[in-house]
């Protein structure tokens, strides 16, 4: 019998149909690590250096960024079972510390890969370098989504656009969230959230409730 962990094998097949090899997922399967995180753990803080590159399976990740100089965070993007996060492979292959944050949204499952083997695969298995390249690819497109934003739409169309994108993280039109915190993700005061939270509310897009959103 060939020493490899099922469990992941299985995983790697259902959520990571583009990692095509055979031989790569049984090395996946044999070299992986599956860590369970609860709503709301960090899974990667500022300042760390990542030993781990992170498969989701299973739940949602918020990425942020924190600012330099007044320490406020924007929100990056949200990585979604099938994917990876693409700056923790710059981070681990450049053996720099995290300038960003992950925090899992709901419970979540992940493959951990150690560092050693995301350099190594490259060269051995072209689905894997596909996937990295294609990894950096969405997360970049999803950056400039997030530039373009700030830069061009109004507060309000960003917030719908936020409310949008968490009911999608937790498939749910439901979104249990503080007004701060939803201006921490935008970046943006609690009291012009608050302000167009009950404007979307008087228009028949949202109804509010104690630390609740209800998306209709």
Same mark, same amino acid.
């Given at each position: 019998?060939?020493?490899?962990?099922?469990?992941?094998?299985?995983? *790697?097949?259902?959520?990571?149909?583009?990692?095509? @090899?055979?031989?790569?997922?049984?090395?996946?399967?044999?070299?992986?690590?599956?860590?369970?995180?609860?709503?709301?753990?960090?899974?990667?803080?500022?300042? $760390?250096?990542?030993?781990?590159?992170?498969?989701?399976?299973?739940?949602? %990740?918020?990425? *942020?960024?924190?600012?330099?100089?007044?320490?406020?965070?924007?929100?990056?993007?949200?990585?979604?079972?099938?994917?990876?996060? +693409?700056?923790?492979?710059?981070?681990?292959?450049?053996?720099?510390? $995290?300038?960003?944050?992950?925090?899992? @949204?709901?419970?979540?499952?992940? %493959?951990?890969?150690?560092?050693?083997? *995301?350099?190594?695969?490259?060269?051995?298995?072209?689905?894997?370098?596909?996937?990295?390249?294609?990894?950096?690819?969405?997360?970049m497109k999803e950056m400039i989504k997030t530039i373009d934003s700030i830069a061009f739409k109004k507060m309000? @169309?960003?917030?719908?656009?936020?409310?949008?994108?968490? /009911?999608?993280?937790?498939?749910?039109?439901?979104?249990? +969230?503080?007004?701060? @915190?939803?201006?921490?993700?935008?970046?943006? +005061?609690?009291? /012009?959230?608050?302000?167009?939270?009950?404007?979307?509310?008087?228009?028949?897009?949202?109804?509010?409730?104690?630390?609740?959103?209800?998306?209709?």
């Open positions: 019998m060939e020493d490899f962990n099922q469990e992941i094998f299985e995983l *790697v097949h259902q959520n990571f149909p583009g990692l095509a @090899e055979l031989a790569l997922q049984k090395e996946i399967a044999n070299v992986g690590v599956l860590k369970h995180f609860r709503e709301g753990e960090v899974i990667m803080n500022y300042g $760390s250096y990542v030993r781990l590159v992170p498969l989701l399976v299973k739940g949602t %990740i918020k990425v *942020v960024r924190e600012d330099e100089e007044d320490g406020r965070e924007l929100l990056l993007y949200y990585l979604y079972a099938g994917e990876t996060c +693409s700056m923790s492979f710059s981070c681990c292959m450049m053996d720099k510390v $995290s300038d960003i944050r992950t925090t899992a @949204e709901d419970d979540s499952t992940v %493959i951990a890969i150690p560092v050693k083997y *995301v350099d190594e695969w490259m060269s051995k298995f072209p689905s894997w370098k596909n996937f990295v390249m294609r990894s950096y690819d969405s997360r309000d @169309e960003r917030l719908l656009e936020y409310l949008k994108e968490r /009911a999608t993280a937790h498939n749910s039109k439901v979104i249990h +969230s503080t007004h701060q @915190e939803i201006a921490a993700d935008l970046n943006a +005061s609690r009291e /012009a959230v608050s302000r167009l939270l009950k404007q979307l509310e008087k228009n028949g897009v949202v109804t509010l409730e104690r630390n609740k959103i209800n998306l209709l």
